[in-house]
């Protein structure tokens, strides 16, 4: 409280809006272009009222969201689309942009004679993650945050069980690990990255 008033210095404007501090030096270095507010001297330090602080994050999200793909919001939203049909929907110009969240969620899935795994969405699905993008990187560390490291993000996941579950269930036998990966994306219909990563987190919890 500065005068009665809310004020962050730049550390702290980095945790209210989510972001790294070396963005919150970026936009104040870079403010004539990003609208960022000009702030002021107190105690040695930069601050900045929280209300020119929200002002300036509602405006700076709604510059990135304007920036995104168009949404190509014809069809029937209940149709089943693939993944490359998925992509043209989210305005990508390959499957291979596809994010996480949609390859992680299919509304169906269906195994390819090769034993591949095809993944299907709802348009309506598709559209839904389009409409819920920020536009935001993540930088592999979440924004604004110090100190101990945050909990795994696959602590508290259903599919958590089943990975640990089959990592038993090759050591009970004496199995390679070597193919554990692809075994559960098939069975659970996830992408085979995402099927690694709760390994290592079924690993982790063994």
Request: avoid cysteine.
């Amino acid at each position: 409280m500065i005068g009665g008033r809310i004020a962050f210095d730049r550390a702290g404007v980095a945790a209210h809006v989510g972001t790294a501090y070396s963005t919150v030096n970026h936009w104040h270095r870079h403010r004539a272009r990003f609208g960022f507010p000009e702030g002021f001297r107190h105690d040695g330090r930069d601050w900045f009222w929280l209300d020119d602080i929200e002002a300036f994050h509602i405006a700076h999200q709604a510059a990135k969201r304007a920036e995104l793909t168009k949404i190509d919001r014809r069809g029937d939203p209940e149709d089943l689309i693939g993944s490359g049909a998925a992509a043209k929907v989210l305005g990508y110009s390959s499957y291979r942009n596809l994010p996480d969240t949609l390859l992680d969620h299919p509304d169906r899935v269906e195994e390819l004679s090769d034993g591949r795994v095809r993944r299907l969405w709802r348009r309506r699905t598709v559209w839904a993650v389009a409409e819920a993008r920020t536009g935001r990187q993540s930088t592999g560390r979440t924004p604004g945050t110090i100190g101990a490291r945050q909990p795994h993000p696959y602590a508290n996941d259903a599919r958590l069980h089943t990975a640990i579950e089959l990592l038993a269930e090759a050591d009970a036998v004496g199995r390679d690990r070597r193919g554990l990966g692809l075994l559960l994306a098939r069975h659970l219909g996830v992408a085979p990255r995402t099927a690694q990563r709760l390994l290592a987190a079924a690993s982790d919890a063994s």
